[in-house]
């Protein structure tokens, strides 16, 4: 089907091995990468 799997909050580093192994696709952790501010990137078009 092609559907992606995202785990979130993945606390530690066994954990995160074994999500791998059974084959999630992402996963959402502090060690990844820090928490940053959202900013938006997206730059909307008036149309019509």
Known sequence: MGKK?????VE???TFAKLKE???NY???FEL???QPF???LK???TG
């Open 44 to 46: 909307l078009s008036k």
């Open 33 to 35: 990468d820090t928490p």
């Open 12 to 14: 530690n580093k066994e």
């Open 5 to 9: 799997t995202v785990a979130k909050c």
């Open 39 to 41: 900013t938006p990137q």
């Open 22 to 24: 059974i084959g999630v």
């Open 27 to 29: 996963a959402q952790r």
